[in-house]
Every structure is written in C-alpha cells, then in structure tokens.
C-alpha cells in the first residue's frame, strides 16, 4: 500500500481544519487516519497515482493548512518518503523511481519523554470547536481508529506514546549510496524525503 502524511503548518490544528470542512472530510472519510507525527495525519491508498490523485482532491485544503505532503511507496523505497512533486513526476512517467534517490530532504524528529499528554500540543483531541461540525458529528470522532492505527506506525513502541514532532529539515545529496548525516541538532531519529532536483536548488 501507498501511504501519503500530511503535515500541517505550524499556526493550525490540522486535523480539525481539513475534518471540519466538508469536501475535505468527504475526501477522508474512506481511510482510516493516523497520526505518525505531532500535528500530521497519515492514511493508506492503493497507489502512487491514487495517493497523487487524493492530493489534488485536498490542494485548496493543502495550501492554506498543510506545511509538507509526503507520498511512500514500498516498491520505491519501504522507509524513504517522496515528496508531493516527485510522487506526482513518477505517476506522470516524467522520472524513473530508480533516480529518485539523490536529493534528500532530511527532517529531525525530536520526542517527548514521558509520553504524557499534552493539553498544550497544537493538535490535542481538545482542540476548540471540534464538535461543531457539519451535521452536528465531531470531525475528530470521525477518525477514531487513531488509537489502534499509531500502534501500527513503524515508530511506535508497545507503549502508546505522543508522536515525535518534525524538527528542521537539511537538504543534502546521497553519495555513494549513503545518506549523509542529520547535523542540525540532536534528534531522536530522522525522517528521509526524497525531493525533485528543483525543490533540492530552491
């Protein structure tokens, strides 16, 4: 399966903004969503072209709520991440997933120890307004199978614990089939996104 994160900027609840408007939580409602990092919500689809095709579906959402759009497909790499331009290349035949490996955008991932809630997280179950939605249903409770999905993040221990959030990311090029190392500052681990050359030189 396809997976696609979405990962929302920093002034908004994302998962309050996309499930209480209604086109956007049509789009959703099929998949059960997760939420891989603080702030993000992850889903599965059967494809990269499907995966591409939903994002279109959320671009007005997308612009104005989501900080990052990432597409993996196991046949491509099980643990590397496409970004939103190069998945929509290689659905479009314009880049052969074999080359999709050089230029990395490369995030830190920091967590919190106690794995504690946190009522102060931006993207807490508490969020204002979240059970205002349309037709009276709280857009939150439409995905409540968060809990058992984020045992099934690869990330995740035993334990539930709050999602690591993503630090700042360090663009680099792979060498001699390696990654280099994420030095910006200490992290838990690192999340690889492999990005288009354009996105790399901008």
Known sequence: MTRVCLVGSPD?????????RE??????????????????????TVSVGAAVSLLNDLNWYLTRFVDAAFVREPSIDADEWLSRE????????????????????????TREDDGA???????????????GGTGGSSPVAASSADAADAASEPDAGAART?????????????????????DLR????TVVVRVTESEFET
């Open 12 to 20: 908004v609840v994302l998962r309050y903004e996309l499930l209480s």
């Open 23 to 44: 086109t956007a939580r049509e789009a959703l409602s099929t998949y059960d969503l997760s939420e891989p990092f603080e702030n993000a919500i992850a889903l599965e």
């Open 86 to 109: 190069l998945a929509e290349a290689v659905r479009n035949d314009g880049v052969d997933p074999a080359d999709t490996g050089t230029f990395l955008k490369i995030y830190g991932v």
């Open 117 to 131: 809630a946190d009522p102060e997280r931006p993207d807490a179950a508490t969020a204002p307004g979240e059970t």
């Open 162 to 182: 709050e999602p690591g959030k993503l630090v700042e990311p360090l663009y680099v090029r792979r060498t001699d089939g390696s990654v280099p190392e994420y």
């Open 186 to 189: 200490d992290v838990d681990e």
